[in-house]
Nanobody, 117 residues
Framework: QVQLVESGGGSVQAGGSLRLSCTTSSSIFRTNAMGWFRQAPGAQRELAAVVSSGGATKYADSVKGRFTISRDNAKNTVYLQMNSLKREDTGFYYC???????????WGQGTQVTVSS
């Protein structure tokens, strides 16, 4: 049973923007940190951004200043606004929920992001 549902992936040229969305149940959303992992072809999965239930955020160094994570408590949705996209941002992006440090209790099925030059 899929408990986190992502949307918003796609293809964009370098320098462009995309916004990813992830919606879940209120029981999961209210009590967990929410975030996004990404995995490029042939690379390990890495945490791109996470936001706590209280709004604290953490970003990978590679996305700082370009990506913004936010959560809409009324919609049980977390967003990842991605600006100034680079080719190296290409990969599969997974929404996850859990502890702020571990973020591995719940997973979405992922969405593909492709950035071309």
């Amino acid at each position: 049973q899929v408990q986190l549902v992502e949307s918003g992936g796609g293809s964009v040229q370098a320098g462009g923007s995309l916004r990813l969305s992830c919606t879940t149940s209120s029981s999961i959303f209210r009590t967990n940190a929410m975030g996004w992992f990404r995995q490029a072809p042939g690379a390990q999965r890495e945490l791109a951004a996470v936001v706590s239930s209280g709004g604290a955020t953490k970003y990978a160094d590679s996305v700082k200043g370009r990506f913004t994570i936010s959560r809409d408590n009324a919609k049980n949705t977390v967003y990842l606004q991605m600006n100034s996209l680079k080719r190296e941002d290409t990969g599969f992006y997974y929404c996850a929920a859990g502890g702020f440090s571990e973020l591995n209790d719940y997973w979405g099925q992922g969405t593909q992001v492709t950035v071309s030059s």
